[in-house]
């Protein structure tokens, strides 16, 4: 069966690129600007660490020839958002240091030093998932790996080495006096543990609804990288644009189908649509595939190409090898002119058919493309000469025109078969599950503690969970939802790789309550809510801050970064809010819940061995 097949149009490639290309920087120069803003010097000194971190990736990625992927850039925003977070996480210690009236020389020492363990765990945990995926991932996964690991490994350089070389030499040169950092609010008192039953109450509602709609949505809950079967992005004439619900109503009857409109490039509105649909060229639906399913939907409203031709002459050349000529030969050019870009492979192959049909299936013919570099790329103007006469290459390209007339333009047609679908469903199910088991396991030694570990799994599968469950209620909501950009919403690779970076960055946010829990608890064999409500309002700036920018990134992301991100941006959305409650209304109470209960149990049984001997 086939594994997979896949067109996309030139211009369509263009599009995603610009509308990727705008978006990344974008959403970079909002974060850096926040954090310039809000830690003035500091600032300065992590947007050039960020700015470094995201060079040196690129550089080391062309320097290896590795592909940039959507999910390598999944990837590295993971990364650049863990680099913000390292540097959030060192300046909040200054803070504490300098609000404790320590010089500034020596809140700069403290500030890397105590943050620089917790850096170091939440690149690690976060460095785990992208080892699993680079070993056991498929291609798309793997590119996510590649930018996640060079971007945590260069991380540790960049955030920790560079900016505090950056802060010594401002400070022993007396550049750097004292440090002014804005406040996003001063200490709070906020019990957060008594809050823990109601917010497990509502995350367990919430995820069976999800799940609820999830096995309502059953196969058509997967896009076709896991079903296997047919993506297909059509263009309506401008003069005869559709909405989306009249898109999804014309194509009701193909199986497990789902549209979305695509944005972006210089297409008006409603006039580009991606249809995902189970249905494969080799389980035809009443005799038809779903190229000829959606002309059949739409007779008449499709974009069709065109081409014009002019200039049909005829020319006698006399060829000479050495002294001597050959035969006259009578030659017929013609110039021909096309409104969407053709490549030479599909012009040559049209020709071909037209010449066959017209009697002049051995005609010979060239074609060349004016200022053509690549005999792969797709051109608008094109020369043809022919042995045929004026006539008859008229007749020849009157055939080819009407034919192209006829062909409806196909933005991009995506096939994958069932098996190599199955097969990617199972890779990408066990590298989620590998990486959670890692991570559980490096908290579990990190922390001496089981309790610890089985939060951070919870937190992390109850993030996930939560993530699903809004794309499979997504299809629901969409009809209500458009004004805010929700879409019928699938999983893909994409969003398998949007997963994982929710789980980078929801371990990323863990870890850091847990060390300074840890820190809190020092000696005692206890954790005690007063310490649990402690550590989550001294964290709590910068667990703030880190979510804030990370959730305006991916605003920006979801809102300008077209079609080919929208889903993947999404995912993120949801992931980054689910991530942050988490981490505060689930991870550190669920330790202190199976703390207690680990204590209570051994208490009786401490009591029992006390009792003297009847």
Request: with cysteine.
């Amino acid at each position: 069966e086939p594994i997979s097949e896949q067109k996309i149009s030139p211009q369509l490639g263009a599009d995603t690129i610009r509308s990727g290309a705008r978006a990344m920087p974008l959403a970079t120069i909002v974060v850096l600007t926040f954090m310039l803003m809000y830690y003035r010097f500091p600032g300065i000194v992590a947007d050039l660490a960020v700015l470094l971190n995201i060079v040196l990736v690129l550089a080391l990625m062309i320097s290896i020839k590795a592909a940039f992927t959507l999910a390598g850039l999944a990837g590295l925003v993971l990364s650049v958002g863990m680099a913000v977070d390292a540097n959030v996480l060192i300046y909040e210690r200054m803070r504490e240091e300098l609000d404790r009236g320590a010089s500034v020389r020596m809140a700069i020492r403290n500030g890397f030093q105590r943050a620089f363990s917790t850096i170091v765990d939440s690149n690690l945990t976060t460095l785990i998932t992208g080892i699993v995926l680079f070993a056991i991932g498929t291609d798309q996964l793997k590119g996510f790996a590649v930018t996640l690991i060079l971007g945590l490994t260069l991380n540790l350089f960049t955030a920790v080495f560079c900016s505090r070389v950056a802060f010594d030499l401002a400070e022993r040169n007396r550049w750097l006096t004292k440090l002014s950092m804005a406040r996003l609010f001063g200490r709070t008192n906020i019990g957060f543990v008594r809050w823990m039953r109601p917010a497990i109450i509502g995350s367990i509602l919430f995820i069976l609804a999800g799940l609820a709609a999830a096995w309502q949505r059953g196969q058509g809950l997967f896009d076709i990288d896991f079903t296997g079967g047919t993506s297909v992005q059509v263009a309506f004439k401008p003069d005869q644009p559709l909405d989306v619900a009249d898109v999804r109503e014309a194509v009701a009857a193909l199986p497990d189908v789902a549209v979305s409109a695509v944005t972006g490039g210089d297409a008006p509105p409603g006039t580009r649509y991606k249809i995902d649909t189970s249905l494969r060229d080799d389980t035809p639906a009443d005799g038809n595939d779903v190229e000829q399913a959606l002309q059949a939907a739409f007779p008449g409203r499709l974009a069709t190409y065109d081409m014009g031709f002019r200039d049909i002459m005829s020319t006698a050349d006399q060829k000479e090898s050495g002294a001597e000529a050959t035969t006259t030969a009578l030659t017929t050019g013609a110039v021909l002119d096309f409104p969407q870009k053709i490549t030479m492979p599909a012009l040559r192959d049209t020709l071909e058919v037209a010449l066959a049909a017209e009697g002049f299936a051995d005609a010979p013919f060239e074609i060349n493309a004016e200022g053509m570099t690549s005999r792969t790329k797709p051109y608008r103007t094109w020369a043809l000469s022919t042995a045929l006469d004026p006539e008859a290459t008229q007749k020849v390209l009157e055939r080819v025109a009407a034919k192209l007339r006829e062909t409806p333009v196909y933005l991009s047609a995506n096939e994958i078969g069932g098996k190599v679908a199955g097969n990617t469903k199972i890779t990408a199910l066990y590298a989620l599950l590998a990486s959670l088991v890692m991570i559980v396991l490096y908290v579990w030694v990190r922390f001496q503690n089981v309790a610890f570990g089985l939060a951070a799994v919870v937190a992390l599968a109850h993030d996930v969970l939560v993530a699903i469950g809004c794309l499979a209620l997504s299809r629901f909501a969409a009809p209500f939802l458009g004004w805010a950009l929700v879409d019928d919403f699938k999983i893909s690779l994409d969003v398998v790789a949007a997963l994982l970076t929710i789980v980078g960055f929801s371990i990323n946010d863990t870890i850091v309550i847990f060390d300074r829990l840890r820190e809190i608890r020092g000696k005692s064999p206890v954790v005690t809510a007063e310490m649990v409500d402690r550590a989550l309002n001294q964290t709590l700036s910068r667990t703030i801050l880190t979510s804030g920018t990370a959730l305006l990134a991916a605003l920006i992301l979801y809102a300008f970064g077209g079609q080919g991100i929208h889903a993947f941006a999404f995912t993120m959305l949801i992931g980054i809010v689910a991530g942050t409650y988490s981490t505060i209304f689930i991870a550190a109470p669920i330790v202190l819940w199976l703390q207690q209960r680990a204590t209570a149990a051994a208490s009786p049984a401490a009591a029992r061995g006390m009792q003297p001997a009847s």
